[in-house]
């Protein structure tokens, strides 16, 4: 039977009107022996001009994007407008209450949905084999094919030659762990294993710009800690531009360079906080009494537009 095509995504660049939709970049202070983001008393949501990434060196360029989904009856704007930067080699997660639009944002820059307006730019590199990879939350790994054969199914179609392409994608379940299962099937493996199968088949096509979608939402508390911190290792590592979604405050925190907090429906972005945690990253940063204060700052930030 024919293969289901591109759940490795693609990258796009969309016509539409330019423009600038302002957000809150929050400033830093000493809490809890770190340096964490803090806002003055009563401040409030604001347009400001300063970037944490210079536009001309974005890798992903989002500019006035909205997403409107119509019905017979209605029409609901899910998304923006909204602008974001990504700069080259970031690790960006993306938070905001359910319905906010971060999986349609992740969706569009992967030309997986076209936007109602605006643009996404994606900035070639020449570094990788493709622009742009997705792993999603439901795992989207091809019951019929064993683990070598879904890691190697983006090189595949890619044309790479066999030789090649079963030596790039056991390179990735090597380092994934899963050499052992290399011609299981997905029925004969834990979540948290068909998890790593989707992430080594992003990763083996060398993608310049990695999106991840919830990948560890549907794994229980200590199987996602583990995968958080294999992510966590391989990503600095390489260094690979990263479009993160997570309801997780403590994932974002852990993983990020900045954490990009969203309204709720239609989603724009409300501030953008710079991790200030230095890399590379220990999962013992979880117990970091800054940790925690960033944890409570991020929530403070949140908490009205998920109530």
Same mark, same amino acid.
């Given at each position: 039977?024919?293969?289901?095509? +591109? ?19 929050? $400033? ?17 949501? %604001? ?19 909205? %997403? ?10 899910? &998304?923006?407008?909204?602008? &974001? ?18 999986? *349609? ?21 020449? *570094? ?32 790479? +030659? ?44 060398? $993608? ?15 199987? %996602? ?28 925190? &852990? ?9 709720? %429906? $239609? ?41």
């Amino acid at each position: 039977m024919d293969d289901p095509v +591109p759940t490795i995504g693609a990258g796009l660049a969309v016509n539409g009107n330019a423009g600038r939709h302002g957000h809150r970049t929050v $400033p830093t202070s000493e809490v809890g022996g770190a340096m964490v983001p803090a806002a003055a008393e009563g401040e409030a949501i %604001r347009e400001v001009t300063s970037q944490l990434v210079d536009p001309g060196d974005a890798k992903i360029a989002v500019r006035q994007v909205e %997403r409107v989904f119509a019905t017979k009856r209605d029409r609901v704007q899910a &998304l923006g407008p909204m602008d &974001l930067d990504v700069g080259d080699g970031e690790f960006v997660c993306l938070v905001g209450p359910s319905g906010c639009g971060k999986s *349609t944002l992740l969706r569009i820059v992967a030309g997986l949905v076209n936007p109602t307006a605006g643009e996404v730019q994606i900035s070639p590199g020449g *570094t990788g084999k493709v622009p742009v990879a997705m792993v999603f939350q439901d795992y989207s790994i091809y019951p019929w094919k064993s683990v070598l054969a879904n890691v190697r199914f983006g090189l595949d179609l890619a044309h790479v +030659p066999r030789k090649e392409a079963t030596a790039s994608a056991m390179k990735w379940i090597d380092k994934l762990g899963l050499t052992d299962f290399a011609d299981a099937f997905p029925n004969t493996l834990s979540g948290g294993m068909r998890q790593r199968v989707s992430i080594a088949r992003a990763l083996a096509v060398e $993608p310049e710009v990695l999106l991840m979608d919830e990948p560890f939402a549907a794994l229980d508390a200590m199987l %996602r800690m583990v995968l958080q911190d294999e992510l966590l290792d391989l990503w600095q590592s390489d260094r690979r531009t990263v479009l993160f979604v997570t309801h997780s405050l403590e994932e974002a925190i &852990l993983l990020g360079d900045r954490v990009v907090v969203m309204s709720a %429906r $239609p989603g724009r972005i409300l501030a953008d906080f710079k991790i200030p945690f230095d890399r590379p990253r220990r999962p013992e940063l979880r117990a970091d009494p800054g940790f925690t204060a960033l944890q409570g700052r991020l929530w403070e930030e949140l908490s009205g537009e998920v109530s």
